[in-house]
């Protein structure tokens, strides 16, 4: 569940800066399916991302790429990354790039089980090392963006209320 809090945040250079804030991350929701440009970046609490950009194209219902991120340059390779593969789940740190390819659709894996499950492994182990320790990071970020589950959500189109089905401001 995620509920709404409002947050105020410093302004450096025209942009939000979330360095005075270790709690928060950058999250960007991009659609990834032909013939639509839509987009839309904000700020998600308690994802606990200590540096870096995790990305993927599994994120329910819609599976547009999010991005979760501290560092920007990051989250463009890892954006850059996805678009070469056409679809995956990677972890972006300082240049170093761990992934798992999901080939079909952007969705799938052709591994078979016990090759995927220890690529699944291996990065699941790296986001630890960046701060992500929940038993299932990877469903974590697929659901951070999903507009069914209360309460607010992050589209490609705007933040979303699971309850009211209207769209809310990022700055109210």
Excluded: W
């Excluded at 799938?108 to 960046?130: A, C, G, M, R, Y």
């Amino acid at each position: 569940m995620t509920l709404e809090k409002i947050v105020e945040l410093s302004v450096v250079d025209g942009y939000l800066s979330l360095r005075e804030n270790a709690e928060l991350n950058y999250i960007s929701v991009i659609n990834r399916h032909k013939g639509y440009d839509t987009h839309m970046t904000g700020v998600i609490e308690k994802f606990h991302l200590n540096e870096g950009a995790v990305a993927g194209t599994v994120s329910h219902d819609s599976h547009n790429l999010t991005v979760v991120y501290k560092d920007s340059r990051d989250a463009r390779t890892a954006i850059e990354e996805i678009r070469k593969m056409k679809g995956e789940i990677v972890l972006v740190c300082n240049g170093k790039i761990t992934k798992i390819a999901l080939p079909i659709a952007g969705l799938l894996t052709d591994k078979e089980p016990d090759e995927f499950i220890s690529q699944v492994n291996v990065l699941k182990k790296e986001l630890k090392k960046h701060g992500i320790e929940y038993k299932n990071p990877i469903m974590r970020l697929a659901t951070s963006a999903l507009p069914a589950a209360p309460i607010l959500k992050i589209t490609d189109m705007g933040l979303v209320n699971a309850f009211t089905q209207q769209f809310v401001s990022l700055f109210p």
